[in-house]
């Protein structure tokens, strides 16, 4: 079975070390990044799991990014951890943008890995609901082709032609 891969978006090195350590440690597979434009990179070339970033990257509006990533991947889990303290309005933002738990740092290790796990499974989840509704529109498309089909060849079977 394939493990999932977690993409770590944080300025700070030790803040990236301590959770590649952590989430290797899990054996997820684990990229870690210092710039948005490097992590943006990552989405074209690899199926990431789950991002976890810290709250300002690169001068960048971060909500507005993660909302635009979530039009692309709506199952990605996305954990949101800062030092700084936010207010409601900025919290608000946060999590209307898409990002499934926010948190301040320090956190704990344990922390971390329950939700990570959490949020995975609810990806899971909803990857399975997404290819259930493929499939089922698929049996749609073709049973409504079959009745097509079958009206077309009633219609014809069904004419009888006088000939005078």
């Known amino acids: 079975m394939a493990k999932d891969t977690i993409l770590i978006l ?3 090195f030790h803040t990236q070390w301590t959770l590649k350590t952590i989430l290797e440690s899990e054996k997820y597979i684990v990229l870690a990044m210092d710039t948005m434009e490097r992590a943006l990179q ?10 976890i970033t810290e709250y300002r990257i690169d001068h960048t509006n971060t909500p507005e990014i993660i909302r635009d990533l979530k ?3 709506p199952e990605l889990y996305v954990m949101m951890l800062t030092y700084e303290n936010l207010g409601e309005k900025e919290y608000k933002k946060i999590i209307s ?14 922390k971390i890995l329950i939700h990570l796990k959490k949020g995975l499974r609810q990806r899971k989840i909803l990857l ?36 005078r």
């Open 128 to 163: 399975q609901k997404i290819r259930l509704e493929q499939k089922l529109n698929q049996i749609k498309t073709n049973r409504n082709v079959r009745e097509v089909a079958l009206s077309r060849d009633n219609l014809f079977h069904n004419k009888s032609f006088t000939v």
């Open 71 to 73: 039009k692309g991947f």
């Open 97 to 110: 943008a898409g990002i499934d738990d926010f948190f301040l740092k320090p956190i704990s290790s344990e």
């Open 42 to 51: 990552n989405f074209k070339e690899f199926e990431i799991s789950g991002l």
């Open 10 to 12: 944080d300025k700070e």
